[in-house]
């Protein structure tokens, strides 16, 4: 069996994950994670992410329902960022879509919308 890769969560203590649909390959979004929401991900299957703006750790979900069930947490070479593969349950995006990549550059909507944010999140 092969040993954990240390991951290196740098001077503030924090890397980049980005959550992919497992089955799909589909981007879904990108958040940031430290040791902790690392290791409550790996301890409950579902992902966690530390939110730099609350300063806080997140279940992503957890208000929503829109769970991310975690099927494997892939490290790239450098060992700085994160890849979920998830099987996301609804949207991933608190806007409604699916993927929080729903737009192009130019302001073409080119995803699609999943649910209604304002039946989901209290305001």
């Known amino acids: 069996m092969d040993d954990d890769v240390a991951v290196d969560f740098g001077e503030d203590g924090l890397v980049p994950a980005v959550a992919q649909d497992a089955e799909t390959g589909e981007v ?63 949207g991933a995006c608190h806007t409604g879509h699916r993927s929080c990549f729903y737009r192009t550059i130019e302001g073409e909507h080119v995803g699609e919308e999943v649910f209604d944010p304002d039946a989901v999140y209290d305001d």
């Open 28 to 90: 879904l979004m990108l958040a940031y994670v430290s040791p902790d929401a690392l290791a409550k991900t790996r301890e409950t299957g579902f992902a966690h992410y530390y939110s730099r703006s609350r300063d806080e750790l997140w279940q992503k979900g957890k208000t929503s329902g829109h769970v991310q069930r975690v099927e494997e947490v892939r490290v790239d070479c450098d060992a700085d960022t994160l890849l979920y593969l998830v099987d996301q349950e609804a």
